[in-house]
Nanobody, 131 residues
Framework: QVQLVESGGGSVQAGGSLSLSCARS????????MAWFRQAPGKEREEVAA????????YYADSVKGRFTISRDNAKNAVYLQMNSLKPEDTAMYYC????????????????????????WGQGTQVTVSS
């Protein structure tokens, strides 16, 4: 059974930084698209960043480009989100998600923000940015 566990959330002042981690347990056959989503109260869930299990391409929402960096460690089955220059509007619950890609057909969708079926979700970690 695949499980995703996020850590690293917290409270920070505007302009500060936080680093989120997502540890994946359980086996996923083939390739994997990993992503970070966030949802603020009263707002729709937003995909913030995504990375595929191979290659260097990544996806970032326009709202976080230049400030957030997604990375992975395949040996540890982990994905990270480094968040710099945080703004109050970054306040949200942040979720890690994974999409299995057994045949290697989801690479483009993963890094180009085309619809991907994320089957696995973590419980979320809260990020609060005060002004």
């Amino acid at each position: 059974q695949v499980q995703l566990v996020e850590s690293g959330g917290g409270s920070v002042q505007a302009g500060g930084s936080l680093s989120l981690s997502c540890a994946r347990s359980g086996y996923i056959r083939g390739f994997v698209c990993m992503a970070w989503f966030r949802q603020a109260p009263g707002k729709e869930r937003e995909e913030v960043a995504a990375i595929y299990s191979t290659g260097d391409s990544t996806y970032y929402a326009d709202s976080v480009k230049g400030r957030f960096t997604i990375s992975r460690d395949n040996a540890k089955n982990a994905v990270y989100l480094q968040m710099n220059s945080l703004k109050p509007e970054d306040t949200a619950m942040y979720y890690c998600a994974a999409a299995a890609d057994p045949y290697g057909t989801t690479y483009y969708g993963c890094v180009a923000h085309v619809k991907v079926d994320f089957s696995y979700w973590g419980q979320g970690t809260q990020v609060t940015v005060s002004s």
